[in-house]
């Protein structure tokens, strides 16, 4: 007997099992960690459908909801795509990002447990509803420092700029929401003088309760991030292959691999070099750390309470003479701008720092990289001015005759 179409038609779950999935043979079989399909006989036809998940029961609750939507078209009910839906969409698509389980959470605890629940008291049950006054209401309910709420107000942005560009939304509301006081944008970039970071190597030197061998690390560990722009964790994890011979002493540095296969280094100057390929290593591979991934954030951590004992004995004071906190990640700002103002392009330093976007660097750099601009439109008079100065010149009765016959 032919199939029919059910007017609500009814979506079966199934797996797409790998090659070596031990339960190949069995498509109805869920729990294995394959992805999901949505099935169902629509039309005339048979469909399939990305769950765009491997949970069972995220691609459960999907079938179930897709049911529901049919249902809601046949008795003429409005199908938009609920606050929950939107936000449970959004999540799974910066988890199919590979967004670090911190960040996640982050947009789990603003988005699932206080939008959607706010969204719930205030009667609203679809994104396509949600207004700027409501944002601001929502906004209200923030009591965190105004740091912390300029960040979650960026969120918010983003998920409806997310949802405006896949037709979830109309406009993107949540851009008329105005600054908040007291937030930035971007963290400070505060990079260190020569006379500072000098000062802060004498103040390594100095630690105590600490092993020579690790004083010489974390003297190291600062050289490293200061002539490569790496932070601190991705310092911490360089390999000793990394480096690479050139010729005159220098080194050149694998930095990461570009997402276009493309290898981004740096050069690295031989004094520097040498300095830290010969610090003492914690393993043959390694030269901060054992290679333990179980280990990493310990080892982290000491490097950053070294760090915090060197701003403290340091005294470092900013150009009005107020006291300058050390971290490390001024040691990567201190890079940056070292390359801005040695003429490197804007799109060169973003590649260094591994910034996926040029924006990221314009937003933190824009000072140096205007300082840049103005120090080579400086150098582009100067040479005008040489060239100028020694250009042959037409005697003065050639250029008068010339004017004469262009007056004609």
Known sequence: MPKTSREI????????HSADCKQRGDRTYLRCDCPKQLVYFKDG??????????????????????????EQAAKGERTDTTVAEAVELYLTSKRSLNYEAKSHRKLEMLFRER?????????ISFIADVTLLNLEKFRATWKQAASTRGKFQGYLTGFFDWCERRDLVSKNVAKGLEKISGA??????????????????????ALTHREED??????????????????????????????????????????????TGV???TAIPPAVAEEILSAPSVSPRYIFWDGDQATLKATLTRFQIAYKRVSETANLTDHDGKPLYFHSHQLRDSYAIWCFMNGLATEDVAALLGHSNIKTTQEHYSPWIAARQQRLAGLLKSAYAA????????P?????TKMLTAAQ
């Open 184 to 205: 930035r944008d971007v963290n400070p970039t505060i990079a260190l003088t020569d006379a500072q970071f000098s000062t802060v190597l004498d103040a390594i030197d």
């Open 214 to 259: 690790e004083v010489e690390r974390v003297r190291c560990l600062a050289l490293l991030q200061r002539w490569s722009g790496l932070a601190i964790q991705d310092a911490v994890k360089i390999e000793r292959s990394r480096f690479v011979p050139m010729e005159g002493g220098w080194y050149k540095l694998l930095l990461r691999r570009a997402k």
């Open 387 to 394: 060239w100028s100065a020694e250009k042959p010149t037409l």
């Open 115 to 123: 939008f959607v629940q706010f969204c719930d008291g205030e009667k």
């Open 263 to 265: 290898e981004v280094f």
């Open 9 to 16: 038609p009814r979506v079966n779950v199934r797996s797409r």
């Open 396 to 400: 003065a009765e050639v250029i008068e």
């Open 45 to 70: 036809k048979e469909h399939r459908d990305t769950a765009g998940t491997r949970d069972y029961q995220a691609a459960e609750q999907k079938a179930r909801e897709l049911e529901r939507r049919w």
